[in-house]
Structures are given as C-alpha cells and as structure tokens.
C-alpha cells in the first residue's frame, strides 16, 4: 500500500512539473493586423491557435492552424505557423518575429511586416 501511494505522489509531481513547464510558453492574445503589397493581412490568435486572413478588394482567404514562437539554430526569436490542407497534410513554415509597442499600442513583426493589434 506505502508503494502505491509513493508511485502515485511521484506520478502526480511529475504531471504538475509537466503543466507549469507547457503553460510558459510565449502566446499571444488578440488580433493584428496590416497592409500588404496589394491587401490586408489579420492575425487572430487564441491559445496557441491562429487564424490568418488575408483580403483584396471584397475577397477574403483564411486559413487557421496552430503557432509557436521559440528560437532558431541562432538564439533569433522565430513563429513558426502549422496549417493542415484537406488531406490531412500538415506544413510549417518559419518566419522571423518581434513585438513591441509604439505609444501604448501592441504590434508584432513576422519577416520584418508590422501589424497592430486591433
């Protein structure tokens, strides 16, 4: 009986160690925002999820998938974007980022391109 209930405290301190470190990872919250070459591009990101949108005219695409932000082979802040198309294919693309603000209004970089948050 001692011995399960050792396994078990043990276990349990393992699973909490495992959350604290999981819930430090950089998020962001909100939308962003900003002009492209020929539209608008908007960010919204929730949890660790993302949904880009990108609008010309009166037409609109999205895509959604999930984001982490971590550094590169050499210690640069990176995105990194994972979307799934139709057939279960998944793709990760990594971009460059920052964030900052001006005057009291959020932004973040991808690639050097700024968008505030909304």
Same mark, same amino acid.
């Given at each position: 009986?001692?011995?399960?209930?050792?396994?078990?405290?043990?276990?349990?301190?393992?699973?909490?160690?495992?959350?604290?470190?999981?819930?430090?990872?950089?998020?962001?919250?909100?939308?962003?925002?900003?002009?492209?070459?020929?539209?608008?591009?908007?960010?919204?990101?929730?949890?660790? $999820?993302? #949904?880009?949108?990108?609008?010309? !005219?009166?037409? *609109? @695409? %999205? +895509?959604?998938?999930?984001? /982490?932000?971590?550094? =590169?082979?050499?210690?640069?802040?990176?995105? $990194?974007? #994972?979307?799934?198309?139709?057939? !279960?294919?998944? *793709? @990760? %693309? +990594?971009?460059?980022?920052? /964030?900052?603000?001006? =005057?009291?209004?959020?932004?973040?970089?991808?690639?050097?391109?700024?968008?505030?948050?909304?």
């Amino acid at each position: 009986m001692k011995t399960a209930i050792k396994i078990t405290a043990v276990a349990l301190v393992a699973i909490m160690l495992v959350c604290a470190f999981a819930s430090c990872a950089k998020t962001l919250s909100g939308s962003y925002s900003g002009k492209a070459l020929l539209g608008t591009y908007t960010y919204e990101f929730k949890g660790n $999820k993302v #949904t880009r949108a990108y609008t010309v !005219g009166n037409t *609109t @695409t %999205t +895509s959604e998938g999930t984001y /982490e932000i971590a550094k =590169d082979e050499n210690g640069n802040q990176v995105i $990194k974007f #994972t979307t799934t198309d139709g057939d !279960g294919k998944s *793709t @990760t %693309t +990594s971009s460059k980022f920052s /964030e900052g603000s001006v =005057d009291g209004k959020a932004f973040i970089e991808i690639d050097g391109v700024r968008y505030t948050k909304d």
